[in-house]
């Protein structure tokens, strides 16, 4: 089973600053890797697919880059929306898995 | 307007049995993956199983292999989740999420779960 780990696991930033979120697996996924953001009481929300190519209506201050084993999501310029939890998620092997989650939250 | 609604959740004792529905609309049903995705209370997410498009494979975690069934009913568009021999540790809210493509196991559309409660 490929096991993701997420860090760091709390990032507090202010608003309009650059959050780094990684995610490191424990064998090679590719490029097979999936970004989610999720906030309270929601469900998850697809934010990149193939570790870079961005989903439907996902702004452009977000960037997905990686292969292999490391990957990385990047919010250029927090928004107050972008406040939430993070998961990555791989689909290179069975069974899926995700990270155990980046919580960004307001410094 | 793709939608999904689960349905099926509630309290269960040890043991028992439950079956989750996940109802879909605005989409070709049998042209995409489906899966199930369950967050235990104040967890992250943990992948539960997946079915292809056309329903021909199946995938399950470790933790619910032999315990749970997934299946899809494309004349009802609607995705099943048999769930036995429950335990504690599968109390959750139990999601489902449409596939990107027929094979395509990244999920970009979610229905808002339905909770789970295995407890005596």
């Known amino acids: 089973e490929i096991v993701l780990t997420q860090s760091p696991a709390t990032l507090s930033l202010f608003p309009g600053e650059r959050a780094t979120l990684s995610c490191r697996a424990t064998?090679?996924?590719?490029?097979?890797l999936a970004w989610y953001q999720q906030k309270p009481g929601q469900a998850p929300r697809l934010l990149f697919y193939?570790?870079?190519s961005r989903a439907s209506g996902i702004p452009a201050r977000f960037s997905g880059s990686g292969s292999g084993t490391d990957f990385t999501l990047t919010i250029s310029s927090l928004e107050p929306e972008d406040f939430a939890v993070y998961y990555c998620?791989?689909?290179?092997?069975?069974?899926?898995?995700f990270g155990g989650g980046t919580k960004v939250e307001i410094k | 307007e793709v939608q999904l609604l689960e349905s099926g959740g509630g309290l269960e004792q040890p043991g028992g049995s439950l079956r989750l529905s996940c109802t879909a609309s605005?989409?070709?049903?049998?042209?995409?993956?489906m899966t199930w995705v369950r967050q235990a209370p104040g967890k992250g997410l943990e992948w539960v199983s997946g079915?292809?498009?056309?329903?021909?494979?199946?995938y399950y975690a470790d933790s619910v292999k032999g315990r749970f069934t997934i299946s899809r009913d494309t004349s009802k568009n609607t995705l099943y989740l048999f769930m036995h021999s429950l335990r504690a540790e599968d109390t959750a809210v139990y999601y489902c999420?449409?596939?990107?493509?027929?094979?395509?196991?990244?999920?970009?559309?979610w229905g808002q779960g339905t909770l789970v409660t295995v407890s005596s």
């Open positions: 998620q791989q689909r290179s092997n069975w069974p899926l898995t």
């Open positions: 064998g090679s996924v590719s490029t097979s």
């Open positions: 079915v292809s498009g056309g329903g021909d494979n199946t």
């Open positions: 605005g989409f070709t049903f049998s042209s995409y993956a």
């Open positions: 999420a449409k596939g990107r493509t027929g094979t395509h196991y990244y999920f970009d559309y």
């Open positions: 193939d570790a870079s």
